[in-house]
């Protein structure tokens, strides 16, 4: 296990038992530490919520191509594009690793880890999380 999978593992399970001052500590280390360290902890959130949306839905015909439909807090559509440029990066990158989209995925990841990346982070955490029910 790497690093960047141990901090995952760390958050994941974190959030998942209610923990949520464990998750804030998680995420103030890696917002001090070094970038590639947060774009490694972010691409194995992304792999991790394409691996639980695979989970969920089965196996798909090859053909397949995933897409996404965005909405706000109060479950109302949202324009993708409207979404903070971290987030939208993050949504992007998730479907790219879906549809077996590498250099789309490489492309999304790094704009997602741009400044701090947390953004990204976070997101990626909660949609895993919640995906896995």
Excluded at 75 to 100: F, I, Q, T, W
């Amino acid at each position: 296990m790497t690093p960047a999978q141990a901090v995952t593992d760390d958050l994941v399970t974190a959030t998942r038992g209610g923990d949520f001052g464990e998750v804030a500590h998680l995420l103030s280390e890696l917002a001090a530490g070094a970038g590639s360290r947060r774009a490694s902890v972010l691409r194995d959130l992304v792999h991790r919520c394409a691996a639980t949306v695979c989970d969920r839905f089965g196996p798909q015909p090859e053909e397949v191509v995933f897409t996404a439909v965005a909405v706000d807090e109060t479950a109302l559509p949202a324009d993708v594009d409207e979404l903070e440029p971290g987030v939208r990066a993050a949504l992007r990158a998730v479907l790219a690793e879906l549809n077996g989209d590498l250099p789309g995925l490489n492309c999304q990841l790094e704009l997602a880890a741009r400044g701090s990346g947390l953004a990204a982070i976070v997101h990626c955490l909660l949609w895993t999380v919640e995906l896995a029910g």
